[in-house]
């Protein structure tokens, strides 16, 4: 097995979106390859105590071409869009949506006050699924499996089917295109991890407690908390936390190697494809 090292380190910025929602971006700063790692194109974290933080939330704006993963950790926001569903987003919970051909919906604080912390997550569609009809899945905390390691520490798998300490755990969310892996991973003081990973895939990890160290033969590169870690090609991940316990997510998917134009919240593969996307959402027919 060939264990997976540190190739690149995004370090997160503070900016803020929705009506003002305070959050630290590392994917997704710039539309460059510098801050994407196909197919993810943003990652957003955000964390307060301060309801000025995050009261205004995110009220209702359209998406196309790609899907979102909002997983929370602390907090609670209430989703709805034009399809008509609604959903509470709790504390461990998490929210799969497909854009597709297109959606329309926003995430409020249904909290004024106390904390709300959690990550959004923006994975690509292939070209054949852009325009596929919009989908929806909300996952409760108590639907997503737990699993206790022996040597210390939990692993959360939220989306995807992981290999851990030998058994195949699948989360509740599957189906993504690219066949995304999502994982929320405690570990103790020194705590060690040892992951299988598809060796296709690309992967990342970004810690939000903490410090952890990526361990390939006798080097070990260090990851500091709020910044994202691209890891290098291998079928294996080794990584423990430092002298204080850690806290990380785990990420990977398959690439998809097909061109990318951006424009906002539309993620299409040509800039025709762009200017049609507003067209439609102008004349009522993103969706």
């Not at 992981?162 to 509740?172: F, Q, R």
């Not at 405690?186 to 060796?199: E, S, Y």
């Not at 097909?258 to 993620?267: C, K, L, T, W």
Request: glycine share 10%; hydrophobic share 40%; proline share 5%.
């Amino acid at each position: 097995m060939v264990n997976r090292t540190l190739h690149q380190t995004i370090r997160s910025i503070r900016t803020s979106d929705g009506g003002g929602v305070k959050l630290r971006r590392s994917l997704g700063q710039t539309q460059t390859a510098t801050h994407r790692l196909d197919p993810f194109l943003m990652l957003d974290e955000f964390s307060s105590t301060n309801a000025d933080d995050y009261i205004a939330g995110f009220p209702d704006h359209p998406h196309r071409g790609f899907e979102t993963i909002t997983y929370m950790l602390d907090g609670h926001l209430l989703h709805e869009d034009h399809l008509g569903n609604k959903g509470d987003l709790k504390s461990g919970g998490a929210q799969w949506m497909k854009a597709g051909r297109g959606i329309i919906h926003s995430e409020m604080p249904q909290q004024e006050s106390g904390r709300m912390r959690g990550f959004q997550l923006w994975i690509n569609l292939p070209a054949k699924d852009k325009l596929q009809p919009a989908s929806y899945q909300d996952v409760q905390a108590e639907e997503t499996p737990i699993i206790t390691l022996a040597t210390g520490g939990t692993v959360k798998v939220i989306a995807g089917t992981a290999e851990i300490a030998g058994e195949s755990i699948s989360g509740p969310i599957q189906g993504i295109s690219t066949g995304a892996v999502f994982l929320d991973v405690r570990l103790p003081a020194n705590g060690q991890f040892k992951l299988p990973l598809n060796v296709s895939h690309n992967a990342f990890v970004y810690p939000f407690e903490g410090e952890v160290m990526i361990i390939s033969e006798n080097n070990r590169q260090t990851l500091a908390a709020q910044a994202l870690g691209v890891l290098s090609i291998g079928d294996s991940l080794e990584i423990c936390a430092g002298t204080q316990a850690a806290a990380f997510i785990l990420l990977s998917a398959q690439p998809i190697g097909e061109p990318i134009v951006q424009y906002g919240p539309f993620v299409m593969n040509t800039s025709a494809e762009i200017e049609q996307a507003l067209l439609d959402y102008k004349t009522g027919q993103l969706v």
